[in-house]
Every structure is written in C-alpha cells, then in structure tokens.
C-alpha cells in the first residue's frame, strides 16, 4: 500500500504551487482529445460519454492494441488546477455542468417545488466536480441488485472491482493513534487507477462528536467498505493525499493512456442518436458539434461501429438517447414522433436520488480548532455516521416498516407505471421493507467532521420514484426530469425522523458540553406538522446521485439491461453508467460508478 508522506512535509510542499511542485500535474492535464477532422470512419467500440465510466471503459478495452475505441464527450476538458485543488471543492461550477431544472415537485413547499439537477458536462463527469467523498454500501443493497435476479451483482461480485478501481493510502501512524482511525486494507486495492486516502488533519471536536453517536448506539466499524456500513466509521476521499490533489477519471483512468493509438476522444459533440439495422443491430451513432444544436440546417455525422455502442451518458442522458433512438415508452415517442424501434416502458423510469434535510447548530462552548494546524483544516468530513432506522426512530421503526410493505405497489407510483413496472416496484419493496428493518443496513447518513454544527441528514433508502423523459415537443432539449420527492410517503415520515434524532444526539452527555443552540430547524419548529412542513420547504431533491433510469432487471419487472448490461430487444448496445443501479446503495455513488464500470468492461471485453 502506498505511505502517506509526514504532514509537516505536505504543508511545505503545498505551500509552493501546484505546478511548481509537481510538474507532472501540467502533463496530466494537456488536453489529448482528437479534432474532428481526425476521427475515423468506424470504430469497434463507439463510447457515448467521456465521464467516470465511460473512461473506465475506454480504458480497459484500449488495452487491447488490436481494438478500436472513440469516445464522444458532450463537455470539455477542464484544464483549471482548482479540478485538482481539494481546497476549492466548493468553487462554482456551473461552467462544467447542464443547465436545467426539474418539473414543479407536487409534495414540495410552494418556494421549493423546482429543484436543481445538477450533471456534470465535463471529461471526467462527476469525478470531476463532486465533493470526493469516497464510500460504499452495505453487502444487502448490492445483494438486493442480485435478488432482483441479476448474477453476480451482489457484493461478492462486486467488490473485486471496487478493489481493482482504487489504491488505499493508509494514514500515517500518529495521526491514526490520535483519532483513533481504521481502515480495512483487505477491501481495496494496491495498484488501483483511484486513490483513497483519509485526511491527515482533523478538528477536535471531532472526538466528542463520535462519543456522541456511540452514546445514543451506532456501532463502530472498522471500515464500511467491507460491507459493513452501518454504524460510525471513517470513509475514505478520493483524494491523491501525497499532492493533496482530486484522484478522478480523467486523471487515474484517461490520463495514463491518453497517448494509446487506438484510443480517440472528441470533446464539445453531442450524440444525437444510435442508428440500427434491420435486425435492430447497433450500427453507430449520429452525433454533431455542441455549438451547433440550435441550428435546424447543422450538418450531422455518422461514426460506424464494427461491435457496440456502448453508453455512458449518466442516469440523465442515457435514457433520453435511447428514447430519441427509437427505445423507450411507446406512449412517449409516439407522442414525439419518433419510429418505436422498442417498446421498453422502463427507460427513464425507476428514477433514484439521495433527498436530503438539513440541521444547523451554533455551538456556543465547543472546543476551537488549533491555531497553527499542520496542513489546512478539512473543508468535508472523512467521518460518517451511517444509522439504522430502529437507532434514528426506536419508538416507531417497526410501523414505518410495516406500514411500507402494505402498501399496494403501485399507489405512490408515477401514473405511466405498466403492471410490468409496478410489478417490478413490488419485488424491490419486499426488499426495501425488508432493509428497513435490519440494523446492518442504514437509513440515514450524518457525515461530520466537527468544524461546524451544520449537518446533511441523507435519506439512504429512498422509497420514491421518479421519471426522466424526453420532451415530446422538443427531443433534443434537455430532459424532462421529476424526482416524485416525498411522493411515497413514508420518504416524509422518515425526514421528520432524522430532525428529532438530530436533537437527541445533541442532548448526549458528551454533544451537550457544545452547548448547542438550535438554529435550523430552530426550537420552536416542534410538532409533528411543523416538522413536516420544514421538511416539504426545505428538503433539497438530490446529493447529485441520480440513478436507475436504464435498470439491471429482468425485462418482465420493467427492466431495461440484463445482466451483462445489454440494452433488451436490440443487439450491439451495452449501459455501464449509473442508470443501471436498479436501487440506490446507501452511498455516494462514485465508488459504485468505478465498480460498475470496472465490471462492465470485463464482461465487454469476454464476448465474442
């Protein structure tokens, strides 16, 4: 495993410029993209997003010398040192990312009813402008992806290639001792594209703050990256902590590689469609330059593919391209005009993201950060406190639980749900019920740190769904997206739940030497209604982690790729992105993204 070096040292060396101190950060981030005029005519593969998993598999079929690949990026690189400043995680980043907006949420507050839908437009996708928290899920999420009748998705499965996808920085040995820190070196990799590593320099309060979660009965874990995560831990960032810089797609998986033969990538082009032969055989893409889309008359080229295309666009544009290609609801594209090349209902739907309310506490008598720390105090937490529902709501766990699983499946459902779908829906309820009740799988996520009392409390097992289609009066816009929050209701219940554990563990023994003072929700927001009403105006849609609009089911419960990723009723089309997670894992997704990816590559590269 690769030893971090001493802080000390890695305060002197940051004090110097990035590019001054490491020159080889100026190679990383040349841009390598091909010029249009330079693509060939075909390809073997045909990759539609320059993002985390579309690099991931560029990567791995490239190796193969003897094997074609183009990928088409609808983004640009983004050649700012501050991608690779850890310090400027919260820099605007607009410039890099879609611009659009959901459909009025109707369980929403009147002044919180559109929600932003942040996707990034970039080499490097989210990778690239995320917040680098590093985590994965518990075993039961990714052994629900298998019970959904998928082999090998489950953890077993997976984790050879969350392995395969990282290299663990293992903390320097004081620091460890003085923060009581743990690791699992088992569960990662030694010579993996992503580096993992845990901040060196911690506030103090972190300390009591982790009594206080024992205090109230989360459990330790020595990592959750084993499949434990539930409980208190700390979870890795991907972070290259011996140049304190962003470990990300672009440079752990393209820059490597960049200079391969038979690897193109062409930046700023929008894919248009997927062509197919008779036989509804992939035979390439349509695609033309990002700055011409407005233009009616805008000439459009073709790139041919000799074995697949494979798309890579994210939970947002993967389903909109294969609706705009012909495969989707046929309700929806009859309604576009667009030919039905495959009437599968499941595209766009099964939609998943992370709802998130918020907490905020001025501590009036919690102890001050050092005054000359080592290295810069962390901007985002490595600590994370992963809770049950039985530890977040004692008294009312089971009922929530009993009264999910009694609902009939398609109540709460978006109307254009077929009986497929809600089918589908059934068998992930059984399931979701079923982690609900358990205490080795989460609820809620609480990152912390201890430099402030301002607090993300994460629904982790969203029990809504939601929909992302194209617009029927104009496809090539972007996407028509409703996240359906709160629109199963027991999502809302469980909101209202996070607010009141919130207060007990600041009523801990060891929280309370804080002296906390509420200020959001604020003491006075204090029954049942005003809790729900502060949860409706305030709860934010998404954490970025959009998901499951393209699912890894069986094609009979609404899916729509089996389990080698092949798109259902088309042959020479393959989804490796995030929108074939069929249930959101309780984590931010980036590790998963790596995983799937590192998976899908694998099976690619065995066919025939």
């Given at each position: 495993?690769?030893?971090?070096?001493?802080?000390?040292?890695?305060?002197?060396?940051?004090?110097?410029?990035?590019?001054?101190?490491?020159?080889?950060?100026?190679?990383?981030?040349?841009?390598?993209?091909?010029?249009?005029?330079?693509?060939?005519?075909?390809?073997?593969?045909?990759?539609?997003g320059?993002?985390?998993?579309?690099?991931?598999?560029?990567?791995?079929?490239?190796?193969?010398?003897?094997?074609?690949?183009?990928?088409?990026e609808?983004?640009?690189?983004?050649?700012?040192?501050?991608?690779?400043?850890?310090?400027?995680?919260?820099?605007d980043?607009?410039?890099?990312?879609?611009?659009?907006?959901?459909?009025?949420?109707?369980?929403?507050?009147?002044?919180?009813?559109?929600?932003?839908?942040p996707?990034?437009?970039?080499?490097?996708?989210?990778?690239?402008?995320?917040?680098m928290?590093?985590?994965?899920?518990?075993?039961?999420?990714?052994?629900?992806?298998?019970?959904?009748?998928n082999?090998?998705?489950?953890?077993?499965?997976?984790?050879?290639?969350?392995i395969?996808?990282?290299?663990?920085?293992?903390?320097?040995?004081?620091?460890?001792?003085?923060?009581?820190?743990?690791?699992?070196?088992?569960?990662?990799?030694?010579?993996?594209?992503?580096?993992?590593?845990?901040?060196?320099?911690?506030?103090?309060?972190?300390?009591?703050?982790?009594?206080?979660?024992?205090?109230?009965?989360?459990?330790?874990?020595?990592?959750?990256?084993?499949?434990?995560?539930?409980?208190?831990?700390?979870?890795?960032?991907?972070i290259?902590?011996?140049?304190?810089?962003?470990?990300?797609?672009?440079t752990?998986?393209?820059?490597?590689?960049?200079?391969?033969?038979?690897?193109?990538?062409?930046?700023?082009?929008?894919?248009?469609?997927?062509?197919f032969?008779?036989?509804?055989q992939?035979?390439?893409?349509?695609?033309?330059?990002?700055?011409?889309i407005?233009?009616?008359?805008?000439?459009?080229?073709?790139?041919?593919?000799?074995?697949?295309?494979?798309?890579?666009?994210?939970?947002l544009?993967t389903?909109?391209?294969?609706?705009?290609?012909?495969?989707?609801?046929?309700?929806?594209?009859?309604?576009?005009?667009?030919?039905?090349?495959?009437?599968?209902?499941?595209?766009?739907?099964?939609?998943?993201?992370?709802?998130?309310?918020?907490?905020?506490?001025?501590?009036?008598t919690?102890?001050?950060?050092?005054?000359?720390?080592?290295?810069?105090?962390?901007?985002?937490?490595?600590?994370?406190?992963?809770?049950?529902?039985?530890?977040?709501?004692?008294?009312n766990?089971?009922?929530?639980?009993k009264?999910?699983?009694?609902?009939?499946?398609?109540?709460?459902?978006?109307k254009?749900?077929?009986?497929?779908?809600?089918?589908?829906?059934?068998?992930?309820?059984?399931?979701?019920?079923?982690?609900?009740?358990?205490?080795?799988?989460?609820?809620?996520?609480?990152?912390?740190?201890?430099?402030?009392?301002?607090?993300?409390?994460?629904?982790?097992?969203?029990?809504?769904?939601?929909?992302?289609?194209?617009d029927?009066?104009?496809?090539?816009?972007?996407?028509?997206?409703?996240?359906?929050?709160?629109?199963?209701?027991?999502?809302?219940?469980?909101?209202?739940?996070?607010?009141?554990?919130?207060?007990?563990?600041?009523?801990?023994?060891?929280?309370?030497?804080?002296?906390?003072?509420?200020?959001?929700?604020?003491?006075?927001?204090?029954?049942?209604?005003?809790?729900?009403?502060?949860?409706?105006?305030?709860v934010?849609?998404?954490?970025?982690?959009?998901?499951?609009?393209?699912?890894?089911?069986p094609?009979?419960?609404g899916?729509?790729?089996?389990?080698?990723?092949?798109?259902?009723?088309?042959?020479?089309?393959?989804v490796?992105?995030?929108s074939?997670?069929?249930?959101?894992?309780?984590?931010?997704?980036?590790?998963?993204?790596?995983?799937?990816?590192?998976?899908?590559?694998?099976?690619?590269?065995g066919r025939?």
């Open positions: 495993m690769a030893k971090l070096f001493k802080v000390v040292f890695l305060w002197k060396l940051l004090s110097i410029p990035l590019a001054t101190a490491y020159p080889q950060l100026h190679t990383e981030l040349k841009q390598r993209a091909i010029n249009p005029e330079d693509t060939k005519g075909a390809y073997d593969y045909v990759i539609i320059g993002g985390q998993s579309g690099l991931v598999v560029a990567n791995r079929l490239s190796e193969d010398p003897k094997v074609s690949v183009l990928v088409v609808y983004g640009y690189f983004d050649d700012s040192y501050d991608v690779l400043d850890i310090q400027q995680v919260f820099r980043t607009s410039h890099t990312k879609y611009n659009l907006t959901s459909v009025p949420q109707a369980q929403l507050g009147e002044g919180n009813k559109v929600q932003n839908v996707a990034a437009a970039v080499v490097g996708g989210g990778s690239a402008i995320n917040g928290f590093f985590n994965r899920g518990s075993a039961d999420d990714y052994d629900n992806w298998e019970k959904l009748g082999p090998g998705w489950g953890f077993k499965g997976l984790l050879p290639y969350f395969k996808s990282t290299t663990l920085q293992i903390p320097d040995a004081e620091f460890a001792k003085e923060f009581n820190v743990t690791w699992d070196e088992k569960v990662y990799g030694n010579d993996g594209p992503i580096q993992a590593s845990i901040y060196p320099v911690q506030y103090p309060a972190l300390k009591t703050l982790w009594t206080g979660f024992e205090e109230v009965g989360a459990e330790p874990q020595r990592t959750g990256d084993n499949g434990n995560a539930y409980g208190l831990f700390w979870a890795t960032r991907s290259d902590d011996r140049t304190r810089t962003r470990s990300y797609a672009r752990g998986y393209y820059a490597p590689v960049a200079d391969r033969k038979n690897l193109d990538l062409l930046t700023g082009w929008r894919v248009n469609t997927i062509t032969d008779k036989k509804k992939a035979t390439g893409i349509n695609m033309q330059p990002r700055d011409s407005t233009d009616a008359k805008a000439k459009i080229t073709s790139i041919k593919t000799h074995k697949e295309v494979i798309l890579a666009a994210g939970a544009h389903p909109q391209i294969l609706q705009r290609s012909g495969i989707g609801p046929a309700s929806l594209l009859q309604k576009a005009n667009i030919p039905v090349l495959v009437d599968l209902p499941g595209v766009g739907s099964n939609m998943q993201d992370h709802p998130q309310v918020t907490m905020i506490f001025n501590y009036t919690a102890p001050a950060p050092p005054a000359n720390p080592p290295a810069p105090l962390p901007l985002m937490a490595n600590s994370v406190a992963l809770l049950p529902l039985s530890l977040v709501s004692p008294a766990y089971t009922s929530f639980a009264s999910y699983l009694s609902q009939t499946p398609g109540s709460y459902l978006p254009t749900y077929t009986a497929a779908q809600k089918a589908g829906y059934a068998r992930q309820q059984k399931l979701l019920g079923s982690s609900l009740l358990r205490n080795d799988n989460s609820a809620i996520e609480i990152p912390f740190s201890g430099g402030a009392g301002y607090y993300l409390l994460m629904l982790t097992k969203p029990l809504s769904r939601g929909t992302i289609t194209l029927p009066s104009n496809p090539y816009a972007e996407p028509v997206v409703d996240y359906n929050t709160f629109g199963n209701p027991t999502d809302l219940a469980i909101a209202i739940e996070t607010y009141k554990f919130g207060r007990v563990l600041h009523q801990t023994k060891s929280v309370s030497t804080f002296g906390p003072v509420e200020l959001n929700p604020g003491a006075a927001v204090a029954t049942e209604k005003d809790l729900e009403k502060k949860a409706r105006d305030t934010v849609s998404t954490t970025a982690h959009l998901s499951g609009t393209a699912a890894l089911m094609r009979e419960l899916g729509v790729v089996d389990s080698e990723l092949r798109v259902y009723g088309v042959g020479g089309l393959t490796v992105d995030s074939v997670m069929p249930m959101i894992p309780g984590a931010h997704l980036c590790s998963t993204v790596y995983a799937v990816a590192e998976k899908a590559a694998e099976i690619i590269k025939k």
